[in-house]
């Protein structure tokens, strides 16, 4: 079982921006066991917390800075950074139970 984190809406070569509509119970610093959803697949990843960024009245970007990514993730995350990639494919993050 998993609980929706966020959208992503920023790739870079060591992580992940994500959206999230609603401030998670985490801080900076945490480490939290993944599942992110793309191109039709999960694929399970720890990501670290490296910043909260608040968005509007209620949201905030989350940074996650990933650790052990699994090889599907990581060339889903190279095409993105490379410009090679589709930009309007969504990609969702959970947190794994």
């Given at each position: 079982m998993s609980s929706p984190l966020g959208e992503v809406v920023n790739v870079s070569a060591s992580g992940l921006g994500v959206y999230c509509?609603?401030?998670p119970?985490?801080?900076?610093?945490h480490d939290l066991r993944l599942a992110v959803a793309f191109d039709g697949r999960?694929?399970?990843?720890l990501g670290?917390?490296?910043r909260l960024d608040p968005v509007g009245p209620r949201g905030v970007?989350?940074?996650l800075e990933l650790k052990d990514v699994p090889a599907t993730l990581q060339a889903w995350i190279d095409a993105r950074t490379a410009g090679?990639?589709?930009s309007t494919s969504v990609a969702r993050v959970y947190v794994a139970a």
């Open positions: 509509k609603r401030r119970v985490v801080e900076v610093g999960i694929e399970p990843v670290h917390v490296k970007e989350l940074g090679a990639a589709d």
